[in-house]
């Protein structure tokens, strides 16, 4: 059973520099699966900000930016804000079609 | 400015069939993929199901397959996922989500979403 894993919580000071992180638990994951990042606050539906690995969606400011570091997806947020505090997903494509979601960061700004 | 706007959703008992639909607006929709993707309350998102532009492959998760099934109407803007044999733990908000272009691009732009609670 394929998991994809990501850090339940993290916490940056303001104006600070966070990797969240995105692994597979049966492999590594490389450009070749596709990883997306989301951002999502309580209430309101998912914002997509990185797509294929490192290319930020439309609108989505260049203090975020996705990798490949190690063997992992990473979304970097660098001069963290008050209103980044949120709950952060990745996507990885796992094949046959078929796409799956990690358990989601939970990040406090503080 | 790409507009979803989903609708359908309720409370439907254990066992019955409940259809979802989705309006889109602002964008060529038969050029582009759909998918669905649901979050339980308190849960991860769950990619659910995706149809290709023109109908001819659709994708499901294990979780709904045989169960669920996606299909749209491009004359009408709209994709649909019918839903059967609901089960309590798909009860969830499901949102609407256009594609990329390029499949493996994922998903772009999310529908508000609604909220389907299968309860007795």
């Known amino acids: 059973q394929t998991v994809v894993t990501q850090e339940p919580s993290f916490s940056v000071s303001p104006g600070g520099t966070v990797t969240l992180t995105c692994g597979l638990s049966s492999d590594s994951v490389s450009t070749s699966y596709y990883p997306s990042w989301y951002q999502q606050t309580p209430g309101q539906p998912p914002r997509t900000l990185i797509y294929?690995?490192?290319t930020r969606s439309s609108g989505v400011p260049d203090r975020f930016s996705g990798s490949i570091l190690g063997n992992k997806a990473a979304l970097t947020i660098t001069g963290a804000q008050a209103d980044d505090e949120s709950d952060y997903y990745c996507?990885?494509?796992?094949?046959?079609?078929?796409?799956?979601f990690g358990g989601g960061t939970k990040l406090t700004v503080l | 400015q790409v507009q979803l706007v989903e609708s359908g959703g309720g409370v439907v008992q254990p066992g019955r069939s409940l259809r979802l639909s989705c309006s889109a607006s602002?964008?060529?929709?038969?050029?582009?993929?759909m998918h669905w993707v649901r979050q339980a309350p308190g849960k991860r998102l769950e990619w659910v199901a995706v149809?290709?532009?023109?109908?001819?492959?659709?994708y499901y998760a294990d979780s709904v397959k045989g169960r669920f099934t996606i299909s749209r109407d491009n004359s009408k803007n709209t994709v649909y996922l019918q839903m059967n044999s609901l089960r309590t733990e798909d009860t969830a908000v499901y949102y609407c989500v256009l594609g990329h272009l390029y499949y493996y691009y994922g998903m772009d732009v999310w529908g508000q979403g609604t909220t389907v609670t299968v309860s007795s």
């Open positions: 149809m290709s532009h023109d109908g001819s492959n659709k």
């Open positions: 996507v990885l494509y796992v094949g046959s079609g078929k796409w799956m």
């Open positions: 602002e964008f060529t929709f038969s050029a582009y993929g």
């Open positions: 294929s690995t490192n």
